[in-house]
């Protein structure tokens, strides 16, 4: 069984500030994780992911997040937030190990960007 | 690659009625995803196919659910004799099972159904 925690159904930053969105996860297996963005009425968009090797991963827009083992999370973050920045994120996981890869999403946190 | 495809956009319906919204992978994609996504909440997985082949539903997919994948490319999703709750985004995506994608799961952009 696999299932995510993403504290925070809100978050609020002004333009230019740290962005951190939090994620933990619970996985019987070694995880694979994903941070997914949705913007209003639109499908998901693969921001970054880990599967195996390095714990720090890059993605797009600047973003990244590091893998903790030994605190089970795997934090978003964003040294500078961005008007465009503002739309709702998803943490997931998944694992290699049967079932198809699919994916056990959090209840996503809603990043406000304020000027 | 042209992404992954889903229509319609948006369905207005009756209650009672049937619907049947469509997805095509990416191409090379041998996996096939359904999830349903209701405001506030994330992605909850309904079913998945390898190749033609579906290998796992969700208990969420009542049998007023079908989902069909018939020569192992595009896909549908048939909900018989809708009901208000069934209004929700159903999410298409896909992957390959093949290690050298890493194993991501590309979305399309929804399938938006509003039961009236």
């Known amino acids: 069984a696999q299932s995510v925690t993403q504290l925070g159904s809100h978050v609020s930053v002004s333009e230019g500030a740290l962005v951190l969105l939090r994620c933990n996860y619970s996985s019987s297996v070694p995880p694979y994780l994903f941070w997914y963005v949705q913007y209003p009425n639109q499908g998901l968009q693969l921001l970054l992911k880990?599967?195996?090797?390095?714990?720090l991963v890059k993605g797009i827009n600047g973003f990244e997040a590091e893998f903790k083992k030994s605190e089970t999370s795997f934090h978003l973050t964003k040294p500078s937030a961005h008007m465009s920045d503002a739309a709702e994120y998803f943490c997931a996981v998944t694992h290699l190990f049967g079932g198809g890869n699919k994916l056990t999403f959090g209840t996503g946190t809603q990043l406000k960007v304020e000027l | 690659d042209t992404g992954v495809s889903q229509n319609p956009r948006h369905k207005i319906t009756k209650r009672g009625q049937n619907v049947t919204f469509r997805c095509d992978p990416i191409s090379e994609h041998n996996r096939l995803y359904w999830y349903r996504q209701t405001l506030g909440q994330g992605p909850e997985f309904l079913t998945y196919f390898q190749n033609e082949a579906q290998l796992e539903k969700s208990r969420l997919l009542s049998d007023r659910f079908s989902a069909e994948r018939p020569k192992g490319s595009f896909s549908t999703l048939e909900i018989q004799r809708t009901e208000q709750g069934d209004s929700a985004m159903y999410l298409c995506a896909s992957s390959s099972s093949f290690r050298a994608s890493g194993n991501t799961i590309y979305f399309g952009e929804g399938s938006w159904l509003t039961v009236v």
């Open positions: 880990y599967t195996t090797g390095a714990t």
